[in-house]
């Protein structure tokens, strides 16, 4: 209704009552503007197809009601095609939750801890593919399966020499394990060891069907929202499995650098096209190569807003990116591979893109590598917005970070995004010249 208060969402993600130093939320359910169920519902025709042009709108406008997040993030994600109906998608759904039952149990008779209710902290085995007998890793198997862990260690030697990747997903357990346990711990939510563990599997399975990223530190951030919004534990597999399509190439390295320094060398460009001289001040601190800002585009600011903010920007950078042939794209790949610039054989239609989509469109804005991520933009955004402290205050690298952690909790998502688009404008605009 017009007119009415602001409703706050502390109810929808209840933070543990001790954790008293999390960022507050600044996200609010406005009547009119955010996303609604009533407006959700009214978006399908009967058939199920999906207004995603309008859709987006009201998304950039106030965000996502909490109550049915989980199901519009399909959406934005390009887990479903807004043109399908409700029985197509229905099928869809059984065939992912049947292929990722097949995944998960295919993981299991590796290693039995996986679907049990439980996880690992400890390595398992040796980088060699040797047991680890450390009495603490044979009673973490005992409490996953309920059985001898000497017996699991027997079982896996007698078919003689591992294969690699298998040593390799073994070593990725206890990391994964470890990450789990320092996940959003703030959140009732993760009091609950099933939810925990849940997590873990998840992540387990990604780390075995794209084994050439595999598992990598700050996954877990990036999953556990999937995990939280989506009840089934196909549907939050298959949407982190989408989001990581946008984002594997970060992870992924070559041993001499690792994907996300691609994203850094164009921020370096962008930040000498829209401040130069915040660019030559941050050089001349040794901060050239901006890897300061690595984290920022690792987790997708997960660190610099609360729980529910973070929530609020993703929804909005994908609103804002939004691509109605990404469906398309997804199914013609195999999971475990990464976004790439391919179309259904039909022209987009202007109204079902995202603004940020649309302004590549109509300026060809994309890179050798394809179009850049908003997220390196929303970074600029952030950098212009300190510039002044930045200038002033930064005397060197370690002031600079210090000014970045401390905005923690203290950014306007809907700001930072509305600053992304102005200097992607600009910065298409001078690029050109």
Same mark, same amino acid.
Request: aromatic share 10%; glycine share 8%; with cysteine.
């Given at each position: 209704?017009?007119?009415?208060?602001?409703?706050?969402?502390?109810?929808?993600?209840?933070?543990?009552?001790?954790?008293?130093?999390?960022?507050? @939320?600044?996200?609010?359910?406005?009547?009119?503007?955010?996303?609604?169920?009533?407006?959700?519902?009214?978006?399908?025709?009967?058939?199920?197809?999906?207004?995603?042009?309008?859709?987006?709108?009201?998304?950039?406008?106030?965000?996502?009601?909490?109550?049915?997040?989980?199901?519009?993030?399909?959406? /934005?994600?390009?887990?479903?095609?807004?043109?399908?109906?409700? $029985?197509?998608?229905?099928?869809?759904?059984?065939?992912?939750?049947?292929?990722?039952?097949?995944?998960?149990?295919?993981?299991?008779?590796?290693?039995?801890?996986?679907?049990?209710?439980?996880?690992?902290?400890?390595?398992?085995?040796?980088?060699?593919?040797?047991?680890?007998?450390?009495?603490?890793?044979?009673?973490?198997?005992?409490?996953? @399966?309920?059985?001898?862990?000497?017996?699991?260690?027997?079982?896996? @030697?007698?078919?003689?020499?591992?294969?690699?990747?298998?040593?390799?997903?073994?070593?990725?357990?206890?990391?994964?394990?470890?990450?789990?346990?320092?996940?959003?711990?703030?959140?009732?939510?993760?009091?609950?060891?099933?939810?925990?563990?849940?997590?873990?599997?998840?992540?387990?399975?990604?780390?075995?069907?794209?084994?050439?990223?595999?598992?990598?530190?700050?996954?877990?951030?990036?999953?556990?929202?999937?995990?939280?919004?989506?009840? $089934?534990?196909?549907?939050?597999?298959?949407?982190?499995?989408? /989001?990581?399509?946008?984002?594997?190439?970060?992870?992924?390295?070559?041993?001499?650098?690792?994907?996300?320094?691609?994203?850094?060398?164009?921020?370096?460009?962008?930040?000498?096209?829209? $401040?130069?001289?915040?660019?030559?001040?941050?050089?001349?601190?040794?901060?050239?190569?901006?890897?300061?800002?690595?984290?920022?585009?690792?987790?997708?600011?997960?660190?610099?807003?609360?729980?529910?903010?973070?929530?609020?920007?993703?929804?909005?950078?994908?609103?804002?990116?939004?691509?109605?042939?990404?469906?398309?794209?997804?199914?013609?790949?195999?999971?475990?591979?990464?976004?790439?610039?391919?179309?259904?054989?039909?022209?987009?239609?202007?109204?079902?893109?995202?603004?940020?989509?649309?302004?590549?469109?109509?300026?060809?804005?994309?890179?050798?590598?394809?179009?850049?991520?908003?997220?390196?933009?929303?970074?600029?955004?952030?950098?212009?917005?300190?510039?002044?402290?930045?200038?002033?205050?930064?005397?060197?690298?370690?002031?600079?970070?210090?000014?970045?952690?401390?905005?923690?909790?203290? /950014? $306007?998502?809907?700001?930072?995004?509305?600053?992304?688009?102005?200097?992607?404008?600009?910065? /298409?605009?001078?690029?050109?010249?």
């Amino acid at each position: 209704m017009w007119g009415a208060a602001a409703e706050p969402v502390d109810s929808y993600y209840q933070v543990r009552p001790e954790c008293t130093d999390v960022p507050k @939320t600044r996200f609010k359910i406005k009547p009119g503007k955010t996303l609604s169920v009533r407006k959700w519902q009214a978006a399908f025709v009967q058939e199920g197809s999906l207004d995603i042009g309008k859709t987006l709108r009201r998304i950039r406008r106030g965000g996502i009601h909490p109550s049915i997040r989980g199901e519009v993030w399909e959406f /934005l994600l390009g887990c479903y095609d807004p043109s399908s109906t409700f $029985d197509e998608r229905e099928q869809i759904r059984q065939r992912r939750r049947k292929q990722y039952a097949s995944w998960k149990e295919e993981c299991k008779k590796m290693f039995p801890v996986i679907g049990s209710g439980s996880f690992i902290t400890a390595p398992v085995i040796t980088e060699n593919g040797q047991p680890n007998l450390d009495p603490l890793v044979v009673q973490e198997i005992n409490l996953g @399966t309920n059985s001898n862990g000497s017996l699991f260690f027997k079982k896996l @030697t007698s078919r003689g020499p591992l294969d690699k990747k298998v040593i390799q997903w073994l070593l990725s357990l206890h990391q994964i394990g470890l990450d789990v346990n320092r996940t959003d711990r703030s959140l009732e939510f993760y009091e609950k060891k099933e939810n925990l563990s849940k997590l873990w599997d998840i992540l387990s399975v990604y780390a075995w069907i794209d084994q050439d990223v595999g598992y990598c530190q700050g996954m877990s951030d990036l999953c556990s929202p999937m995990i939280v919004l989506l009840e $089934d534990e196909a549907d939050s597999f298959f949407c982190f499995e989408r /989001l990581m399509r946008r984002l594997r190439g970060n992870f992924r390295s070559t041993g001499r650098s690792v994907g996300v320094e691609a994203q850094l060398s164009h921020l370096s460009s962008i930040t000498q096209i829209i $401040d130069p001289k915040l660019h030559q001040h941050l050089d001349k601190l040794g901060g050239g190569d901006y890897l300061f800002a690595i984290r920022m585009l690792m987790v997708q600011f997960r660190r610099e807003f609360s729980f529910c903010d973070s929530l609020y920007l993703w929804e909005m950078m994908w609103a804002l990116e939004y691509d109605p042939d990404l469906f398309h794209i997804y199914e013609a790949h195999q999971c475990g591979t990464e976004k790439t610039d391919l179309s259904n054989g039909k022209p987009k239609s202007m109204s079902q893109c995202g603004k940020y989509e649309r302004q590549n469109m109509r300026n060809g804005g994309k890179s050798a590598e394809g179009p850049l991520p908003i997220s390196v933009f929303l970074v600029a955004s952030v950098l212009k917005d300190k510039s002044s402290k930045l200038m002033t205050e930064a005397r060197g690298l370690d002031d600079v970070v210090k000014i970045l952690n401390d905005m923690s909790g203290n /950014l $306007d998502a809907k700001k930072t995004c509305s600053g992304a688009i102005k200097i992607h404008k600009k910065y /298409l605009r001078k690029a050109k010249k």
